[in-house]
């Protein structure tokens, strides 16, 4: 009997309108959270990857970068707490709903009972967009675009097309570009090179990038994380030069394509905007420039949770504005 009454008063109180309040807040807190801070793409268990984008953002978010990765803040999208306040959300709709269906036979319809139908329609559609989200959304982490191109990710469409091209935002955020649900973050910058080859009469020489693609005069390479490394041959000369970005700094060497012998090596610092390699009758010229880093979102549930967000917080507020006036009327005493 103890237990029944335990179990009936937290049914009771999880209709309490501060609780709504409290939890609505707490999700739109992470939801910020997630949106404002770089969200991982790997969990904190793969050490080494999870060590590797650390250190990506490490520029960005200088001494806070460990303290949010140890708090959970870089994986909030993933997190227990996320969960857990979408699961409240859920029991707070299903006591709601219990309510509001427990008085169905009372033909007038009451301020309580839109405050039920406000909170119970807007944690549905909170937990529906979530739930969209996490079916049909996407997210590409790390996407290096040049100035004058647009960002172009593979992949990405229902239609069955190959890419999906976004124009780049002008300001740190961009909303809908592309279509419904596209979003696109700007998260600091990456380095990239433009390569150039000359012979001794100053004639471009051409480049490979790769066995597949047509050889261009001017090729230009970007780091990822998944993806530190570049690649790029000269034919005429017999050499194949790999590009490997460290921390800072692209490491740039020089082989023999025959042998595999490695002839030169450099590393490109940060603060060095051109570097010149002289091999076997050929100057390869590499001009560093820094390009906007940026994140790519699909999220077909970010409207429907935005709405249910807002009901749900008007009828809280409703709910305990009609508390505090019920509390304030004074109480007729017997004569």
């Known amino acids: ?32 959270l997630a949106f404002a801070l770089p969200q991982l793409p790997v969990a904190a268990d793969q050490s080494a990857l999870f060590s590797r984008w650390l250190a990506e953002y490490r520029p960005q978010l200088g001494q806070m970068t460990q303290p949010l990765a140890t708090l959970g803040l870089l994986t909030i999208r993933t997190s227990l707490a996320l969960r857990l ?14 309510r509001l269906l427990s008085i169905r036979q009372d033909r007038a319809w009451t301020p309580r009972r839109t405050v039920q139908l406000l909170l119970s329609f807007g944690g549905l559609l909170i937990i529906g967009g979530w739930a969209g989200q996490m079916l049909a959304g996407w997210r590409d982490p790390e996407i290096i675009v040049w100035p004058d191109e647009d960002i172009v990710v593979a992949a990405r469409t229902s239609s069955g097309a190959s890419r999906l091209t976004l124009p780049q935002p002008t300001g740190p955020l961009g909303l809908w570009y ?10 600091g910058q990456r380095t990239g090179l433009e390569v ?46 790999r590009l490997n970005q460290i921390q800072d700094s692209v490491q740039v060497q020089a082989y023999r394509s025959a042998s595999g012998e490695l002839l030169t090596e450099i590393l490109l610092h940060e603060t060095d905007t051109v570097a010149h ?11 560093q420039a820094f390009l906007p880093r940026y994140e790519v979102i699909y999220n077909p549930g970010a409207a429907p949770e935005a709405l249910g967000m807002i009901l749900f917080g008007v009828g809280s507020m409703m709910s305990i504005a009609s508390t505090s006036h019920r509390d304030r009327e004074p109480t007729e005493s017997p004569d």
């Open 1 to 32: 009997m103890r237990i029944r009454q335990l179990i009936n008063q937290g049914w009771e109180g999880l209709s309490s309108p501060r609780l709504a309040l409290a939890a609505l807040l707490l999700l739109i807190t992470t939801q910020v």
């Open 277 to 287: 390699l002289q091999l076997n009758g050929i100057r390869v010229d590499l001009t």
């Open 196 to 241: 150039e080859a000359v012979d001794d009469n100053g004639q471009a020489v051409p480049l490979l990038r790769a066995v597949d693609e047509e050889s261009e005069t001017l090729v230009r390479l970007t780091f990822t994380t998944s993806e530190p490394e570049a690649f790029f041959a000269i034919q005429a000369a017999e050499l194949i030069f």
């Open 85 to 98: 306040t979408l699961a409240l959300i859920a029991l707070i709709v299903a006591a709601q709903l219990d």
């Open 178 to 187: 592309g279509g419904y649900g596209h979003y696109v973050i700007r998260r």
